[in-house]
């Protein structure tokens, strides 16, 4: 094989940022932010310490990317998750939930990463504050959907099926999603149900 044979052949090597972020997430997703040090962050992504300080100041700045990261991803399954479950938003008040299926297909799942960091920091830091903005938009989203489905009080069935999710998640990082989801999309269906007029409903 040529010089120029084997050069096409080898796949070009990711950006030294992007290998520092996709290895960082794949840790501090399996470990947790302080269970990860730079170190094994700079052996794993295969770059020299000096180049991840260019990209990242801080371990800090590197778990907030992270989080940045992880919550455009999951959003983006929650919205896919209520999409599939139709054009209905009560149904799709149910569908959410399937999202913890999509997150959990690796085998994986170790919770919310969100929930998970913000145990392991102090109230007030940029890693809470993150997981309080994320949080927020989620309940935000949540309650257009509720309000779009007809609830009485919209921001209340937010507030109950965003607690309910993060209880979910809670669970089916210890049990089988399919022992832990069942439950949930009924339990889900039960409040949407309750939290509607019963015209809305079909009572």
Request: charged share 25%.
């Amino acid at each position: 094989m040529t010089r120029t044979a084997q050069g096409a052949a080898k796949a070009p090597r990711p950006p030294a940022r992007e290998r520092i972020l996709s290895t960082a997430t794949t840790l501090f997703s399996e470990y947790g932010i302080r269970g990860v040090g730079i170190d094994r962050i700079i052996a794993e992504s295969g770059v020299a310490k000096a180049t991840l300080y260019t990209h990242f100041k801080s371990k800090d700045a590197l778990a907030l990317a992270f989080l940045a990261g992880v919550d455009v991803a999951w959003r983006e399954m929650l919205t896919d998750a209520a999409a599939a479950a139709g054009d209905d938003p009560a149904d799709q008040l149910v569908g959410l939930f399937d999202a913890i299926d999509a997150a959990s297909e690796n085998g994986r799942f170790r919770g919310c990463p969100f929930l998970n960091t913000a145990s392991e920091s102090a109230p007030g830091s940029p890693a809470h504050r993150a997981t309080v903005e994320h949080k927020r938009a989620v309940r935000a989203w949540t309650g257009g959907l509720a309000e779009a489905a007809g609830a009485r009080e919209p921001a209340l069935l937010a507030r109950q099926l965003t607690v309910l999710l993060d209880g979910a998640m809670a669970a089916a990082a210890l049990e089988p999603t399919d022992d832990v989801l069942p439950a949930v999309r009924q339990a889900a269906r039960h409040l949407v149900e309750a939290a509607r007029p019963s015209s809305a409903s079909g009572d």
